[in-house]
């Protein structure tokens, strides 16, 4: 069974810190590419992040380059995003994809709030 499941939301301060992660099973998981996409209340989907399969080449949208950081270690089927500084305007659900060759597999976001 194909699974992909995302985790460690929170609620956090402006300027604070959270590492989410985005574990998989059931498939090839090193040989897929890995996206971070999130959903703000009453707006529709964002990319985020994306950490390419073999290379490793890492791709950011310009609203969270130089705060967060996409890694994965394959040997744990596990892709990271690690977020600082952030702003309230990255309150949102945070959702991983995994996508190669036409298979796309979507797992259960995880909820991030930034606020005081």
């Known amino acids: 069974e194909v699974q992909l499941q995302a985790s460690g939301g929170g609620v956090v301060q402006p300027g604070g810190s959270l590492r989410l992660s985005c574990a998989g099973s059931?498939?090839?998981?090193?040989?897929?590419?890995i996206t971070w996409i999130r959903q703000a209340p009453g707006k529709g989907p964002e990319w985020v992040s994306t950490?390419?399969?073999?290379?490793?080449?890492?791709f950011y949208s310009d609203s969270v380059k130089g705060r967060f950081t996409i890694s994965r270690v394959n040997a744990r089927k596990t892709v990271f995003l690690q977020m600082n500084s952030l702003k309230p305007e990255d309150t949102a659900v945070y959702y991983c994809?995994?996508?190669?060759?036409?298979?796309?597999?979507w797992g259960q976001g995880t909820l991030v709030t930034v606020s005081s």
């Open positions: 994809n995994a996508e190669r060759m036409g298979s796309n597999y």
């Open positions: 059931g498939f090839t998981f090193g040989s897929y590419d």
């Open positions: 950490i390419n399969s073999g290379s490793g080449t890492t």
